[in-house]
């Protein structure tokens, strides 16, 4: 059995047993065999190993989890970016152009896209990622968008209720009822969970609940696209079905607030399922589209658990930078450094029910990132600059 030893490491951040909220060891060591961490502890105790990476004194800590991510597109917005920097607001129509893209690219350009924005994020420390469809909006390309993101994930989401296609604009209904009928049936076999953006403009509480409920009934889970636009039912809605994960967050009555707070259990439960309803906060679409950032500080104060993505997309969130939204989280949403890191890992986590992912103690997933830097807190510290020196994932330096 071959056995790798991350050694000389000066802070690491486990998300287990250690030190603060972050499980902190100093100088401190991990051996990984066949792909998972088997051993943490101190440097000077470390079991000896085939190979060994000298960490050189820097902080290690768990690959970042983007628990939402819009990867299988076709296009460019950058017009539409640039528009709203000079004073337009942002609706969620320019979806409808990403679709038509979509829809004419080929199987090829489409996984060039996901293969592209892919890699970008692992350099980023990104080592495990959430892929939605919908920008498809079609059985055919909602089916294929999934087949394409299975290629590079195991979190692949089916997003038909993105928006009503233009072809659908007069008929929502029936454009629910494909969503549920023969869409629901041609992607199901390539997805794992199920989500809706439950917005105006796009689809009202009751099209959300009958959307949501028929993949629950064919067993996936549930996330949902939740008060970022304005407030509204979206939050109480991902509530009462046990979603996941509510995402945006961004309009949050004290209502809200209260029922994703009273989700929360500390603990991983049967099969490894974590059973809170996480509140996931997307930075990078409030700094694309110059909207108000969400109240983190009020979620977390609330006892609410709270994860941060990148929203990678082509039109409101066009980053695949964990590190970036960390800084974001820190400077605009009133997270602690710590918070924010946890945020990105654990949380992600979290908010994919995954307990393999996002913490580095015995069994766990060997994901893990060394920073050009001697502490975590650098990467809010030191925003826009490249602190990832080396990636582990599945046990192999990438």
């Not at 892929?131 to 989401?157: H, M």
């Not at 029910?353 to 060997?366: H, Q, S, Y």
Request: proline content about 6%.
């Amino acid at each position: 059995m071959s056995a790798l030893l991350v050694d000389n490491i000066g802070e690491l951040v486990t998300n287990g047993v250690g030190e603060g909220p972050l499980g902190i060891r100093r100088s401190a060591a991990v051996l990984i065999e066949e792909g998972r961490v088997a051993w943490v502890g101190p440097a000077a105790y470390a079991p000896a190993a085939d190979r060994r990476i000298d960490a050189g004194g820097a902080a290690v800590l768990p690959g970042f989890v983007d628990s939402h991510a819009h990867l299988v597109f076709a296009g460019d917005r950058a017009a539409e970016f640039a528009a709203r920097m000079a004073g337009e607001p942002y609706t969620g129509g320019g979806i409808r152009t990403t679709v038509g893209a979509t829809r004419a690219a080929t199987d090829d350009e489409l996984r060039a896209t996901v293969r592209r924005l892919r890699g970008e994020a692992l350099r980023q420390g990104t080592t495990t990622i959430e892929i939605k469809s919908g920008y498809g909006l079609s059985v055919a390309d909602e089916a294929r968008s999934l087949r394409i993101a299975a290629e590079f994930t195991e979190d692949t989401t089916f997003l038909g209720a993105h928006v009503v296609p233009a072809e659908y604009a007069d008929r929502p209904d029936d454009y629910v009822g494909l969503v549920c009928g023969p869409m629901l049936a041609a992607a199901a076999p390539h997805a794992k969970w199920i989500d809706v953006f439950c917005e105006r403009g796009a689809f009202d509480v009751d099209h959300a609940r009958a959307i949501l409920a028929c993949g629950q009934a064919v067993g996936l889970g549930v996330r949902l696209h939740a008060n970022q636009l304005g407030p509204g039912p979206g939050v109480q809605l991902g509530v009462e079905l046990g979603a996941a994960s509510v995402d945006h967050c961004t309009h949050l009555s004290d209502a809200d607030v209260d029922a994703l707070a009273s989700t929360r259990i500390d603990c991983m439960c049967h099969e490894g399922q974590h059973t809170s309803t996480v509140a996931t906060l997307l930075p990078g679409a409030e700094f694309s589209t110059r909207s108000p950032y969400p109240d983190a500080r009020r979620l977390l104060d609330a006892g609410v658990t709270v994860a941060l993505a990148t929203d990678c997309n082509p039109g409101s969130s066009y980053t695949s930078s964990m590190p970036f939204c960390i800084a974001l989280a820190v400077r605009e949403m009133r997270m602690t450094p710590a918070e924010a890191v946890w945020a990105a890992t654990a949380g992600g986590a979290r908010a994919l029910r995954r307990d393999d992912v996002g913490v580095l103690t015995p069994g766990a997933r060997a994901d893990l990132l060394v920073l050009d830097a001697p502490s975590y807190l650098h990467l809010a510290y030191r925003p826009g600059v490249p602190l990832i020196h080396q990636v582990i994932r599945n046990g192999v330096p990438q």
